[in-house]
């Protein structure tokens, strides 16, 4: 019997591991998402790159042709919004759970942007219908949840600030007030994700609301901002290592004496914590699937540039060369060994929602890119300079994958969550150590040997 087609995204242990978790739906959802992916969307990836115009001004106003003509196949397929849980949002999810999901993830990763967009699963968006199906209020949901959930308009989550350690989210300085029946917001914000997009209608901005609160954690509100609310100005679009990722960018931008109506407020004053909090558990995890897929992708692309025939030197393949064969492994063990991570992370989320998988999750959020990023860098060797080029994908990559290392928290802040949570375990190995002591002092008095413990 053949082996399940996802074997070859995956592999035959992984997909084993899983299989039995996989709902007949899930199931079914899975095969139609790869001959989806295979038949229409990976040879239509140059296609986009070639429909997005060069002219700086034009390439942030262009919604481009494949990715909508996509978009209405995949939601004749049912493949539409898979990262929404309807386990964790019964209204608005779909049968899937975080294990499910995680599997398709790692596929639509292979896509680069263009292949989560297509069926509605890319950030920032992702984050914002998570918030709103979360927290929105009835009205709320209906003005921006639903025609984000149906793909009508994108969304941008302004949180990041320029001048301020933003890996530390309780120096956010932009300030939310309330002002009679409105909320007015002033602050500088920069790399924001989406917020360049023509079809981006609403920010979900965070900011400062209650300076003075005693705890810290309490003083941040989550406001509805719409794009073109007056007082709304984009900046510039900023570059990573030159890619500027129109259209979607990452934007700076400045909310001037922007005002909205009280009903705009997310959740409740001193709520903005909570929501991020909620926000930014699952999305670290999606990133985190997608990123095993570009570096599974990367090895397979390595696999077949150091098997081809027209690129022999001194006439030997260049597998046979120095250390290749050796990268070939490392890259497949550090693949496996990741996407266990974050299955692992996935059905903890599916068992205690994402504030009980916070360990599994920051281990998976500060492992994952960076062993994609040396799995990509060991393809971009293999191809020479053609690697670091515009020719191969290889390159653009390595620069969005880069900035996962950075973004949703930085690696240390990860690290450092994950060792003290570590440390906390101490008292109880400490109180368990002495009760072995105890038991193996009297093992050797009753056997009247004189114990040097």
């Not at 005693?214 to 290592?241: E, L, W």
């Amino acid at each position: 019997m053949a082996p399940h087609p996802v074997v070859e995204y995956t592999s035959e242990a992984s997909w084993a591991m899983v299989e039995d978790k996989f709902s007949p739906y899930a199931k079914e959802t899975l095969a139609k998402l790869i001959t989806f992916m295979e038949e229409e969307v990976f040879p239509a990836t140059k296609l986009a790159h070639a429909q997005l115009p060069a002219d700086p001004e034009k390439r942030w106003k262009t919604v481009i042709p494949i990715i909508a003509e996509l978009k209405e196949k995949a939601k004749k397929l049912g493949l539409w919004n898979l990262f929404l849980s309807k386990a964790h949002y019964p209204e608005h999810g779909v049968p899937l759970t975080n294990l499910e999901y995680a599997v398709m993830a790692e596929i639509l990763g292979r896509g680069g942007h263009m292949a989560p967009e297509v069926v509605n699963c890319s950030a920032p968006d992702t984050g914002n219908m998570e918030v709103l199906a979360r927290y929105g209020s009835p009205e709320q949901q209906k003005k921006w949840l639903l025609p984000l959930l149906n793909g009508e308009i994108r969304s941008a989550f302004a949180m990041t600030e320029k001048n301020v350690a933003s890996s530390d989210a309780t120096n956010i300085r932009t300030s939310i007030r309330r002002e009679g029946d409105e909320i007015v917001i002033n602050g500088h914000k920069w790399w924001i994700s989406g917020a360049g997009d023509p079809r981006t209608k609403v920010h979900l901005v965070m900011g400062k609301s209650d300076p003075n609160n005693k705890n810290n954690y309490n003083q941040q509100s989550v406001v509805i901002v719409p794009a073109d609310a007056p007082g709304v100005k984009v900046i510039r679009p900023m570059q990573v290592f030159g890619y500027d990722d129109a259209p979607e960018g990452h934007c700076e931008i400045i909310y001037e004496n922007v005002r909205v109506p009280l009903g705009n407020l997310v959740l409740g004053w001193g709520r903005g914590f909570e929501i991020i909090q909620g926000r930014l558990g699952p999305g670290r995890i999606h990133h985190c699937m997608r990123s095993i897929g570009a570096a599974q992708a990367a090895l397979d692309l390595m696999l077949q540039r150091v098997t081809d025939p027209g690129r022999k030197t001194f006439g030997k393949y260049l597998y046979e060369h120095g250390s290749v064969v050796a990268d070939i492994a490392k890259s497949r063990a550090e693949i496996e060994a990741a996407r266990l991570l974050v299955l692992s992370a996935a059905l903890q989320i599916d068992r205690y929602k994402a504030k009980g998988a916070l360990k599994e999750i920051g281990i998976a959020k500060f492992v994952v890119p960076s062993m994609a990023l040396q799995v990509i860098d060991r393809a971009i060797q293999s191809f020479g300079a053609e690697g670091v080029s515009q020719d191969t994908e290889l390159a653009a990559r390595w620069a969005g994958l880069r900035t996962l290392r950075i973004a949703d928290g930085p690696d240390a802040v990860h690290i450092q969550q994950v060792g003290q949570r570590e440390l906390k375990r101490m008292p109880r190995l400490v109180q368990k150590n002495a009760e072995c002591k105890r038991r193996e002092k009297a093992l050797f008095e009753k056997a009247g040997i004189k114990a040097h413990l």
